[in-house]
C-alpha cells in the first residue's frame, strides 16, 4: 500500500468528514495509484478546478503518487 | 469626454474636449499617453513639471460590473518611471458617471497651500482650501471631508506620508462603505499628490452624464452574459467571495514561492495561520464580514472586514499581498498585528507592500528580530511621526538598505517585488524586471500558468513569452476599468468575446481581440519609450544579485532566466 499525507484548503475540507485542518488526513491507497484516484477517493471530480501540489510542484491527473508524499490540495487561483 | 485641468500653480481649473490623440482609450493607457507627450521625462517627479493623472477605464461608469478601478498615473518618485498604480472603491465608476476622462493635476501649489479638489453633481470642478486639514490620516480626513461635502461624496487622497512626500505614499480611495481602505499604493504616487499641495479629491457620487454609448443594446446584452460568465467561474462566484485574495497563500506555498522572512525561505513557517482559512474562520467566529463589497457595482466581493475579539472594525480588506509583506516577509502569523499593520497603512497613507518590505530589510539586517510584532507597528508609525527611522521606512526597502548598507533588497527600479518569489515562480521574476512600472506582480503574473500547468515554474524556458502575453493583456485589461480579479472571468471564450464587443459598443465601432492585443502593446511601447527618455536601459531590467546567488529552500533554485532573454521580452 501507499501511505500519503493529505491538507485541504478552501471548501475541499467538507469532503473528509471529521477533517482536522490542523493535522490533515493520512490515506492509504493501492500501490501503482495515480493522482486522479487519490483525487476520486476525495470526490473531487476529474474537471473540477482544485490544484494538487506533490513535493511542491502541481501534479497532473495521470501523475503516479509517491510514496510518503506529502499533498497539498487547494482552489484554483490566480493572485491578489 | 472631457478633461479637466487643474493649475495648481495659479489655482486655475480648465475643462476640454479629449484631444483626439487620448481618445478610445482609458485607465492606464491614457495616462501612459498623457504622460508620455506632457511631461517631461527627466524631470523631478516631486517638482511642478510633473503632472497626477486620474483616469476611470474605459468602461468605467457604464453598467458593466466590477469596472471601478481608477488608474492614478504620472512618474513616480520611487521608480523614476512612468507610472501606473490603480485603485477600486467608487471614484472611477463616479467619475465614468459624470462624463470625465481625465482629471489632470499640474504645476505645483505655493509653498504652505494645501489644497482640496471638489467636483460635484454637474462634473464641475473647485479648489478649496484645504490648510486645516494638514497631517490628518486619511480615516479621520475622510470622516471630515464627508461631513463637510455630504455623504453623496467619494474620495481619494493622501496622509501624512503623502504630505511628507515619502517615497511609498500612497492615494487612498474610499470604499462602499466610505473608508479610505482602497488603494493606489505602488509607486510613491501620494509623493507626487502632496508635492503638489493636493490633500483630496472629492467626488459627487450622484453623476448622470456619462458618455454616450454608441450602440447601447449590443453593450447591455453582453454585460449581462459577461456577468452571468463571473457568476459560473468558480473562482471569482466561490473561492473569492468565501476567502479572498488569501486564498492564494496555499497555493504559493504548496509551490514553494512565497517570499519569507525577507526572501530568504519559499514557505512561511505559520503560513497557516494567515492563509484563507484562518482569515474567514476568524472573521466569521468574531462577526466581522469574511465576504464584503468594497468597490461600485462588485459582484464578485472578494473584500472582507476584519473585526477584533470584540466585534469592533479594525480594517478593510485584508488582502493577500499584505498579508505577505506585513505576515510572511517579517515572519509574523498573527492575523490581528497584520490586521492592526494594514489599518496603519491605509491611515498613513502608505503602499502596504513596499513599507512591509522596507521593515523587513531592516529586520533582515538585524535592527529588529523577525517576528517582533510591536517593533513592526512602532516601525510603521514611526513613519506618521516623521522620526529618522520613520523616514526611512517611509521611504521604502532601498532607502533601509542603503542606510544598513545591507545587500539582500528585493526590489526592481526601487519598488519591492510582491508575494511570489522570482526563484520558485521565475516568470513572475521576469515581470518584475521588465514591468516599465517596476517590479509589480499585477503588471504580468503568471501563477494561472503554473497552476495549470502550462508552465514550469521552476525552469527559465518559456518564461519570458509567458510573461509578455500576460503583460499585454494586463495593459490592454487596465485600460478598461476591470478589476483584475474580475477580469480571470476572461478564461471562457463567451466572456472574452463579450468584452471586446462591449468595448465595440462603447467606441461605436469594430473591436477584435487584434486590437485588444494592440491596445495593450501600444502602452507597454509608450510606457517604455517614456522611461527610454528618463535615462533607463536595458540593465535596468535587471533583478537584484542576491536572487541569482542565493538559492530558495525548498527548490534551493536560483533566478535562472538569462540577461539576453529578458532583453527580448519587448521584441513586439
Redesign the interface.
Known amino acids: 500500500m501507499l501511505t500519503v499525507h493529505i491538507k485541504l484548503?478552501?471548501?475541499l475540507?467538507g469532503r473528509v468528514p471529521g477533517y482536522d485542518?490542523?493535522k490533515g488526513v493520512t490515506l492509504e491507497l493501492d500501490p501503482g495509484a495515480r493522482i486522479s484516484d487519490l483525487a476520486a477517493r476525495l470526490g473531487i471530480g476529474a474537471d473540477e478546478?482544485a490544484?494538487i501540489?506533490m513535493a511542491?510542484?502541481?501534479a497532473?491527473r495521470d501523475d503516479p503518487v509517491e510514496n510518503g508524499a506529502s499533498l497539498?490540495i487547494?482552489?484554483?487561483?490566480?493572485?491578489? | 469626454m472631457k478633461l479637466i485641468r487643474i493649475d495648481m500653480t495659479r489655482q486655475q481649473i480648465r475643462e476640454e474636449n479629449v484631444p483626439e490623440a487620448y481618445s478610445g482609450i482609458g485607465g492606464r493607457g491614457l495616462t501612459a499617453l498623457l504622460i508620455d507627450a506632457e511631461v517631461p521625462a527627466r524631470c523631478d517627479a516631486l517638482g511642478p513639471e510633473n503632472k497626477l493623472v486620474f483616469a476611470p477605464g474605459l468602461l468605467s461608469g457604464t453598467s458593466l460590473v466590477n469596472t471601478s478601478r481608477i488608474s492614478i498615473g504620472a512618474k513616480s518618485p520611487l521608480t523614476g518611471t512612468i507610472k501606473e498604480s490603480n485603485s477600486g472603491g467608487k471614484i472611477a465608476a463616479c467619475l465614468g458617471k459624470l462624463g470625465i476622462t481625465a482629471i489632470v493635476v499640474e504645476g505645483r501649489a505655493p509653498a504652505g497651500k494645501l489644497f482640496v479638489l471638489t467636483v460635484d453633481a454637474q462634473g464641475k470642478a473647485a479648489l478649496l482650501d484645504g490648510t486645516n486639514y494638514r497631517g490628518l490620516r486619511t480615516y479621520a480626513l475622510c470622516a471630515k471631508l464627508l461631513e463637510t461635502h455630504g455623504a453623496k461624496n467619494t474620495i481619494a487622497c493622501i496622509g501624512p506620508a503623502g504630505e511628507a512626500q515619502m517615497l511609498s505614499a500612497s492615494i487612498q480611495t474610499t470604499d462602499v462603505d466610505d473608508r479610505p481602505c482602497r488603494a493606489a499604493g505602488r509607486g510613491g504616487l501620494g509623493a507626487v499628490m502632496g508635492a503638489k499641495g493636493l490633500k483630496a479629491v472629492v467626488v459627487s457620487t450622484e453623476g448622470r452624464s456619462p458618455d454616450e454609448m454608441a450602440d447601447p443594446e449590443t453593450f447591455k446584452e453582453q454585460a449581462k452574459l459577461f456577468a452571468q460568465e463571473l457568476r459560473n467561474n468558480?473562482?471569482t462566484s466561490?473561492?473569492l467571495p468565501?476567502?479572498g485574495?488569501?486564498?492564494?497563500m496555499?497555493?504559493?506555498?504548496?509551490?514553494?514561492a512565497f517570499p519569507s522572512y525577507n526572501a530568504t525561505k519559499g514557505v512561511f513557517d505559520g503560513w497557516?495561520k494567515i492563509?484563507?482559512?484562518a482569515l474567514a474562520k476568524t472573521i466569521t467566529a468574531r462577526g466581522g464580514q469574511a465576504q464584503h463589497m468594497g468597490c461600485a457595482q462588485c459582484i464578485v466581493q472578494c473584500s472582507n472586514v476584519f473585526v477584533d475579539e470584540k466585534g469592533r472594525y479594525v480594517t478593510s480588506s485584508l488582502?493577500?499581498?499584505t498579508l505577505w509583506s506585513m505576515g510572511g516577509m517579517l515572519g509574523i502569523d498573527d492575523l490581528d498585528t497584520i490586521a492592526r499593520l494594514d489599518y496603519l497603512c491605509d491611515d498613513i497613507g502608505l503602499d502596504t507592500i513596499n513599507t512591509g518590505v522596507a521593515v523587513a530589510v531592516a529586520m533582515d539586517a538585524g535592527y529588529k528580530p523577525f517576528g517582533d510584532r510591536e517593533a513592526a507597528i512602532q516601525m510603521v508609525e514611526e513613519v506618521a511621526r516623521g522620526t529618522e527611522m520613520g523616514r526611512l521606512i517611509g521611504n521604502g526597502p532601498d532607502a533601509v538598505g542603503k542606510h544598513f548598507n545591507h545587500h539582500r533588497v528585493p526590489t526592481v527600479k526601487g519598488q519591492s517585488i510582491a508575494?511570489?518569489d522570482p526563484r520558485g515562480m521565475q516568470g513572475n521574476g521576469v515581470t518584475y524586471a521588465t514591468s516599465p512600472m517596476g517590479a509589480d506582480?499585477?503588471a504580468g503574473?503568471m501563477?494561472?500558468l503554473?497552476?495549470?500547468?502550462k508552465l514550469d515554474p521552476l525552469a527559465p524556458e518559456g518564461q519570458v513569452d509567458g510573461s509578455r502575453k500576460v503583460q499585454i493583456g494586463m495593459a490592454a485589461m487596465d485600460c478598461t476599468g476591470m478589476c483584475?480579479?474580475a477580469g480571470?472571468g476572461m478564461a471562457t471564450p463567451a466572456a472574452t468575446e463579450a468584452m471586446f464587443k462591449m468595448i465595440g459598443a462603447k467606441l461605436g465601432k469594430p473591436f477584435s481581440a487584434a486590437d485588444y492585443a494592440g491596445m495593450g502593446m501600444r502602452v507597454l511601447k509608450v510606457e517604455r519609450e517614456f522611461n527610454r527618455k528618463a535615462g533607463l536601459t536595458s540593465q535596468d531590467d535587471r533583478l537584484p544579485r542576491f536572487f541569482r546567488e542565493e538559492p530558495l529552500p525548498?527548490?534551493n533554485k536560483v533566478f535562472l532566466v538569462s540577461d539576453e532573454d529578458l532583453d527580448k521580452l519587448h521584441n513586439f
Do not use: C, Q, W
Open positions: 484548503y478552501g471548501s475540507p485542518p490542523e478546478e490544484v501540489a511542491g510542484r502541481v497532473r497539498r487547494f482552489p484554483v487561483a490566480h493572485g491578489g | 468558480p473562482f466561490k473561492v468565501r476567502y485574495t488569501a486564498s492564494t496555499a497555493a504559493v506555498n504548496a509551490l514553494g497557516e492563509n484563507g482559512d488582502e493577500y499581498e508575494a511570489y506582480h499585477t503574473n501563477l494561472g503554473y497552476l495549470g500547468k483584475i480579479l480571470m525548498p527548490h
